[in-house]
């Protein structure tokens, strides 16, 4: 049985998101990003990335993308259940990707999410934000701006649920499945 | 549960494609699904995707093709999987031995995937009960009895035109008796819960008893298309007729054939299909196959997505064979 409880509330996760809207911005002044692309990582990075967009005010749409087709689990575990299509509305070479995921813990997401971009095309740099950064990294992937910084040993897991409210869950799952 | 599907493994997941027949509605609607997400491959700069990086699929193909084999080969390398393409030409009395043989020749090659057309009913499951338990056979037309993945495009065609099936009516027009696609269409049709099928066709090119298949009978095309949402037309298959059943093509024109005057009964809206190749002038007009209503040359473009939707479920149900998760 898997056991579940609250560990940040939607009110928590709002002023988490406006934390990271500002340190995004100072990032991308720093860089000297004028026009950033934003694309969010389904499910969860969406939705987080659906706030990011509209707290930075970008002009271009925001991006969606689904790795279903580019993860390293297919050869054991089969098609996903959920496929969505991925939707870059804007191309992306030659600009600087904002990418944004929910959690961040061994980074095969982002490794896959990585050669879904070069698929579409050269980005000039990708710049990478989660809301949470957790203990459990299999890969070297460092986000550039976190949310919540967290150790959590192997066998809990952190979920976001949403879209409405935006919630944090921990998990206790029977088994240590890799993300 | 009723009688064990070949079709499916021990959990109900695909493994192999080769009819509508027997398969459910919630496993159609996720083939359709999944198909939307491969649609988008197309859109990328590198038209590829990673999912059957390694595998090895072979076109085995005993009847010509030009469409049907060209969007498999297209869907599979977009998997990024290897593709062998194999055009057999055999007479059908050298079939069985042949046929086993050559199964075997390439399982010693380790491929992963058939792809079967035949002109055999028959023979792609033949293939799939004869092959090694770790390969998956995709049915790409067999004699009169079925074309699952045409169906498919087809139904994920429609579906993007006009969503739900519970409120549309669907009339199909031509050769029903010679044509595997109708018979995948019409089960599909039907499956999917579409509110009115109906078949379109002169009483020699229809099946003796039509009604077992779930629809609605016209003779008449202007009666049979009146407020149609989507009227599919099939090819007149020449090649696999015997004996008289038509006066001539020009007479079946002057009956049967599409135009846009015929379609003036339809809804407004309605859209028009055919599986190609098109004998314009005998099925239909130019004017209605080049028209605003046709959607003929999405159909081709939606056949690759739908293609590779199969591919990769079937794939996949063997991964998770060949890791030992379930298929005691």
Known sequence: ?179 | MSAPNIQLDNQGNLKHFLTIEGLSRDLLTEVLEKTEGFLGVARQAVKKVPLCRGKVIANLFFETSTRTRTTFELAAKRLSADVLNLNISTSATAKGETLLDTLRNLEAMHVDMFVVRHADSGSAHFIAQHANPHVSVINAGDGRYSHPTQGMLDMFTIRRHKGDFENLCVAVVGDILHSRVARSQLLALNTLGTAEVRVIAPRTLLPANPEALGVRVFHDLREGVRDADVVIMLRLQRERMRGAMLPSEHEYFQLFGLTEERLSTAKPDAIVMHPGPINRGVEMDSQVADGPRSVILEQVSNGIAVRMAVMSMCIGTQNIRGQGYSDG
Not at chain 1, 76 to 85: A, D, N
Not at chain 1, 135 to 142: I, M
């Open chain 1, 1 to 179: 049985m898997s056991n579940t409880e609250v560990f940040e509330s939607a009110a928590a996760i709002g002023g988490i998101i406006e934390r990271m809207a500002s340190e995004l911005t100072t990032l991308l002044l720093h860089r000297a990003v004028t026009a950033p692309l934003m694309v969010g990582i389904h499910t969860g990075g969406v939705w987080i990335a659906e706030e990011l967009h509209s707290k930075l005010d970008l002009a271009d749409p925001l991006g969606r993308l689904d790795i279903s087709f580019y993860r390293d689990d297919f050869t054991r575990l089969g098609m996903h259940p959920q496929v969505r299509p991925s939707d870059l509305p804007v191309a992306v070479d030659d600009r600087h990707i904002v990418l944004v995921d929910d959690v961040l813990q061994t980074g095969r997401t982002i490794r896959a999410a990585l050669n879904v971009l070069f698929d579409y095309g050269r980005p000039a740099s990708v710049m990478l934000t989660t809301l949470v950064k957790r203990s459990g990294r299999e890969l070297p992937v460092e986000p550039n701006v976190t949310g919540l910084n967290l150790d959590l040993p192997p066998g809990r897991q952190i979920k976001l649920t949403g879209p409405d409210p935006l919630e944090l869950v921990v998990v206790q799952t029977p088994k240590d499945r890799l993300k």
